[in-house]
């Protein structure tokens, strides 16, 4: 995008800034982000089962990413302030990606998480243009760290 943020979008955006800072929601971020490495569907079904407190942590967040991608998917965000700011959701999605369409099979939503993954496609080519091999390295980070989490879970 190459205009500047309207006030009423830089306005949204401090409020979905805001939102974000919510205690509980935070405690959900905490535990996706130390406890969410699944290498597959079922993994993701153990780790964050429906029901549990893991499930209730991860659907917390990852719903509060796509409706913060919704916002951004129908203009109501400003693309480049936004994807300057909130990378956090690209970490997220990054984590879902492998078991997404199972999920979505299994739930027969096709549409489940499609606007955070829209967004993570365009945040990729954004990010690839403005500084090529950040997304490389930070996948290549995310699984060193997954691997490490999970030699810590087994030993």
Not at 26 to 54: L, V
Not at 107 to 136: C, D, T
Request: with cysteine.
């Amino acid at each position: 995008m190459e205009t500047k943020p309207t006030f009423e979008q830089a306005q949204l955006h401090l409020r979905v800034y805001e939102e974000r800072r919510d205690d509980r929601l935070r405690k959900a971020r905490d535990w996706y982000f130390q406890n969410y490495w699944p290498e597959s569907f079922e993994d993701s079904m153990r780790i964050a089962a429906p029901g549990t407190e893991g499930g209730t942590n991860f659907m917390m967040v990852i719903s509060y990413w796509e409706q913060a991608c919704a916002l951004l998917n129908y203009g109501l965000l400003h693309e480049d302030l936004f994807f300057e700011t909130s990378g956090e959701f690209f970490g997220v999605f990054e984590r879902i990606r492998a078991g997404l369409q199972q999920g979505r099979d299994m739930w027969n939503n096709q549409y489940f998480l499609v606007h955070m993954e829209n967004a993570a496609k365009r945040f990729e080519a954004w990010s690839e243009k403005r500084s090529p091999g950040q997304i490389a390295k930070m996948r290549e980070f995310m699984s060193q760290m997954g691997k490490q989490r999970s030699k810590q879970a087994a030993g």
